[in-house]
């Protein structure tokens, strides 16, 4: 392909993504294809000769796109979003142009000082205390690692390697590794499946510890964890810190939890993969409130913040402790520090290689605004808001516990089986999307609003098939709450999503 | 931004990246900038308020642009290329159009299935060996992992647990943390230095081996490093082979290896990063000769295949051990069985979260097809034969060792110093960009073609821009060797590489 059939088939992509995204309305958000589908449809070896380029642009039309889960649907409501819009394709179509790796700073120094100043730009925005930030004095700083997966994993690594540094200092004579098989790492057990295997990765026990009736995993649970480990002569090392859990969306009291963690030398990291966003506006924050505490800090801005996948911002008050722990070229410190404004970021990740990622999060800062950035949040709250009040005007339904954030968990009050049943039947359906998860015992259906698209309208839809599915299950009783659906405009006023976003 | 901005800055970002390759060889390939420069150039603070679109395009061009090392300009012959094409950037817009995360089969049925086509055609026109396929009866199969040094660890860590359980089952009592630490795993000195950053990572000591005169790892050197930790009471439990290493592109004997790693139960991985690509052509297979004794293979389609990075294929002959070592869920075996067809790729590696990024290995081999591939990997040998011939006319040059793949080493006769200075000085110079690596105790000049729009006359102006440089250094003899550049066309035929690709 040439610069001119380029310019070509390019333009022809950019008009079926945008093409795909007016109409993704018409499109059921679930697939309705048989595992294999496509193993069958598509030849067993590679094409010798060159297709035709139109022809690609056609095959993936009738052989991908059938195949697609729509995430970005407004109809899509399971896990939570990943982050996608216009402004970060941009910056992905500006990075794979230039085609560069950022191993170095020599290397494209573009590469690593635009990501300095986005990750400045961001934790700014997020409200971080200054000494996480790139340009504070000190050695902390902000990286985009590709998943939260691998903060978590980067951190207890990171973690580790201080620990078993600091006990040497104390005492050179003690067994490396007879001391490292000691340590032990905490989270609480309605932490992501990621952080369980962190551990499993990075070769510590990983404790999941018992949450409260609200989910979080409150400060006497990890005290009395300590001192049951110390007292097998295990050693705390790691604690992950859950801002919005994966199920309910519940938060870590990190006030509480931060100066035990303090006082025992256990490296405290939180993983605020969904809800970090929400630090952007400033109402948010007090559920962060102890955020000091933390050595380590991560949100993925490719889930709510409309950037692409990868792009999980992570920030540390000591990127020496990354440095230590990843450098196999053990460089002096001396360097490090005339390093410290431009970082070498390869030392502060696990692989070598870097692509362009801050150009996306350049582009959706630079082109939402801070401002547009914070709408977004909190029309996605507005909405999720709205949803629950519609659930709650139909007393066969429960919300609980209270909405967190965009999501909102519900049930019928008929009980689990029947709640699981709706929910099955709606996936059957394909019309929307959500999944389930466990609350105090009881199986509640998890509805998150997703995609940028949706509105109030794709709300109303949403509750209008939910209902209609419901009301197969369980006709509905004839009352005042019933209704809900014609009383909109009681309903008070709530954050208007632009369609046109 | 809405669909209709999209359509317009989206088709202006397109023409943008075409007219930057249409003029990349006016620019320098190193940049003109001093450490910090992006840093003053942009505000310390995101915007509030949204930005012209227009406007950030602008930006990308005047505060962006001067601060990148163009990898995709014919004159960077630094390290090994990165993959860029036309066709890779078609896959990615589809693939962040869509924004959809493969984390199950049903998130996206596409997503894991498309992966599974395309790591069978190119499997396959690698000619690896069909237990590796997905598409072979057995456990085996291929996934993208993000980097080869991704690949590296998740093979480690597979190898560890594979080797523990393994040990378990002779022996039920053994204390597992205790042998785990016994375990110990082998490279080559020559190996990349993310090998070395994987026993960091996974906690297991990484012996680098003296590789011999050839840079290769011979048999009896692995062999007595068995012996030798057995003694010890330590246990062998992971090999890194490596198919092209970093410095010189040699490689390591996999027939002559294979078999003691397999009477060893070493889990043997081959690192093929750069030089994997070049066995699509059958001319370069009997380089991985011995391949069946391999557990793994990997390589990067985003090194030499004109895939965008990342897109790093490795294939294992048995998926059940990274399930085994990943899956925190630890689903039962039987479920694994069904789903060996469509395999749930978040238990074979280390992140929860996975990118469509076969998209982009599905449109660059369907618009380059297997010859397209095949005839880039051809041209850019016999361009890097044209320039090695290019040096050995002029006496005051060695080329040593013999070229390798697209990598052509020479040094100046007259010692280390010299050699050195003339890379320093090109490198100042900024209009062309190659590093240095150490042969047989000599410094020498790697030069690498990298870019896919290098073509002959590219070759030419890069020897000529060093020549000069040499002239500085070294006055020339006139002699016969020195009019090498005048004499082309009694070089014999080389692949005439097309400009316009």
């Given at each position: 392909m040439n610069s001119q059939e380029f310019r070509e088939i390019g333009k022809a992509t950019i008009d079926l993504i945008a093409d795909y995204h007016d109409n993704i309305r018409n499109r059921n958000v679930l697939p309705s294809v048989e595992p294999g589908y496509l193993l069958k449809l598509l030849p067993e070896d590679a094409p010798e000769e060159p297709e035709d380029h139109q022809n690609v642009l056609k095959d993936f039309c009738e052989t991908i796109m059938p195949g697609i889960t729509h995430w970005q649907s407004p109809q899509f409501h399971a896990y939570f979003p990943t982050g996608q819009s216009f402004a970060s394709m941009i910056g992905s179509i500006l990075s794979d142009g230039l085609g560069v790796i950022g191993i170095t700073w020599n290397a494209s120094p573009a590469c690593t000082e635009l990501e300095v100043v986005t990750m400045n730009w961001l934790g700014k925005l997020l409200g971080l205390p200054e000494e996480f930030l790139n340009c504070s004095e000190g050695p902390g700083g902000g990286i985009i690692q590709g998943s939260a997966s691998e903060a978590t994993l980067v951190c207890l690594l990171?973690?580790?390697?201080?620990?078993?540094?600091?006990?040497?200092?104390?005492?050179?004579?003690?067994?490396?590794?007879?001391?490292?098989?000691?340590?032990?790492?905490?989270?609480?057990?309605?932490?992501?499946?990621?952080?369980?295997?962190?551990?499993?990765?990075?070769?510590?026990?990983?404790?999941?510890?018992?949450?409260?009736?609200?989910?979080?995993?409150?400060?006497?649970?990890?005290?009395?964890?300590?001192?049951?480990?110390?007292?097998?002569?295990?050693?705390?090392?790691?604690?992950?810190?859950?801002?919005?859990?994966?199920?309910?969306?519940?938060?870590?009291?990190?006030?509480?939890?931060?100066?035990?963690?303090?006082?025992?030398?256990?490296?405290?990291?939180?993983?605020?993969?969904?809800?970090?966003?929400?630090?952007?506006?400033?109402?948010?924050?007090?559920?962060?409130?102890?955020?000091?505490?933390?050595?380590?800090?991560?949100?993925?801005?490719?889930?709510?913040?409309?950037?692409?996948?990868?792009?999980?911002?992570?920030?540390?008050?000591?990127?020496?402790?990354?440095?230590?722990?990843?450098?196999?070229?053990?460089?002096?410190?001396?360097?490090?520090?005339?390093?410290?404004?431009?970082?070498?970021?390869?030392?502060?990740?696990?692989?070598?290689?870097?692509?362009?990622?801050?150009?996306?999060?350049?582009?959706?800062?630079?082109?939402?605004?801070?401002?547009?950035?914070?709408?977004?949040?909190?029309?996605?709250?507005?909405?999720?808001?709205?949803?629950?009040?519609?659930?709650?005007?139909?007393?066969?339904?429960?919300?609980?516990?209270?909405?967190?954030?965009?999501?909102?968990?519900?049930?019928?009050?008929?009980?689990?089986k029947i709640t699981r049943d709706l929910l099955d039947n709606l996936t059957k359906k394909k019309e929307l999307f959500m999944v389930g998860c466990t609350y105090r015992e009881r199986f509640v259906i998890r509805f998150v609003i997703c995609s940028r698209f949706t509105n109030k309208e794709d709300v109303e839809t949403s509750w209008n098939i939910i209902k209609e599915e419901a009301d197969q299950l369980i006709p509905e009783k004839m009352n005042a709450k019933s209704h809900a659906i014609s009383a909109f405009d009681q309903l008070g006023t709530i954050g208007i999503y632009e369609k046109s976003k």
């Open positions: 990171a973690a580790k390697d201080k620990k078993i540094r600091q006990l040497l200092e104390n005492d050179p004579t003690l067994d490396e590794d007879q001391t490292k098989n000691k340590f032990v790492a905490y989270t609480s057990d309605q932490c992501n499946s990621s952080v369980e295997k962190a551990g499993v990765l990075g070769s510590m026990k990983m404790r999941l510890l018992k949450s409260d009736n609200n989910g979080q995993l409150r400060a006497q649970t990890l005290k009395d964890a300590f001192e049951e480990d110390k007292a097998k002569g295990l050693i705390p090392c790691y604690f992950v810190a859950n801002l919005g859990t994966t199920g309910i969306c519940a938060f870590d009291l990190i006030y509480e939890i931060g100066p035990i963690c303090q006082e025992e030398g256990v490296w405290l990291h939180v993983d605020a993969a969904y809800a970090g966003a929400a630090f952007i506006c400033p109402e948010y924050r007090h559920l962060m409130k102890g955020i000091e505490y933390a050595d380590s800090f991560d949100m993925n801005a490719h889930k709510w913040l409309l950037v692409n996948f990868d792009c999980s911002a992570m920030w540390v008050k000591n990127s020496y402790d990354l440095i230590n722990a990843f450098d196999v070229q053990r460089i002096y410190l001396d360097d490090v520090k005339t390093a410290a404004k431009v970082p070498d970021y390869r030392h502060w990740q696990m692989p070598l290689g870097r692509r362009f990622r801050s150009l996306k999060l350049w582009t959706v800062i630079k082109m939402y605004g801070a401002e547009g950035l914070r709408k977004h949040i909190r029309d996605q709250i507005s909405l999720a808001q709205y949803f629950a009040k519609l659930v709650q005007r139909d007393e066969r339904f429960v919300v609980e516990p209270e909405p967190s954030m965009a999501l909102v968990c519900f049930r019928l009050v008929n009980g689990d």
